[in-house]
């Protein structure tokens, strides 16, 4: 199986900041992927940014500019920088990694963590 652990949500008032860390664990062979999707209450779940392996990013629109994905590679480890939260921010995010599992046979797949919230409010 493959595990991921999310840290670092809470409560922060406009203009603030957040990180937040996931840590994937368990029986990984390779990992292709890492990022963040978030859902906002009564919304559908939407991309956040995303880094691969390759070194490529990809940021949603409304993040741009105020949001940075890392990698710590080597600690299987994804972080979401958040600067300038807006209230329009407040969802719970939610961590994932593409990965294939060690083993013959075994296909990436994606993998979710169970999500942490953060809320922006005065």
């Known amino acids: 199986q493959v595990q991921l652990v999310e840290s670092g949500g809470g409560l922060v008032q406009p203009g603030g900041s957040l990180r937040l860390s996931c840590t994937a664990s368990?029986?990984?062979?390779?990992?292709?992927?890492m990022g963040w999707h978030r859902q906002a209450p009564g919304k559908q779940r939407e991309l956040v940014a995303v880094g691969t392996s390759g070194g490529t990013t990809n940021y949603a629109d409304s993040v741009k500019g105020r949001t940075t994905i890392s990698r710590d590679n080597a600690k299987n480890t994804v972080y979401l920088q958040m600067n300038s939260l807006k209230p329009e921010d407040t969802a719970v995010y939610f961590c994932?990694?593409?990965?294939?599992?060690?083993?013959?046979?075994?296909?990436?797949?994606?993998?979710w963590g169970q999500g942490t919230q953060v809320t922006v409010t005065v």
């Open positions: 368990g029986s990984i062979a390779s990992i292709y992927a």
């Open positions: 994932y990694v593409v990965a294939r599992r060690t083993g013959s046979g075994q296909n990436a797949r994606a993998y």
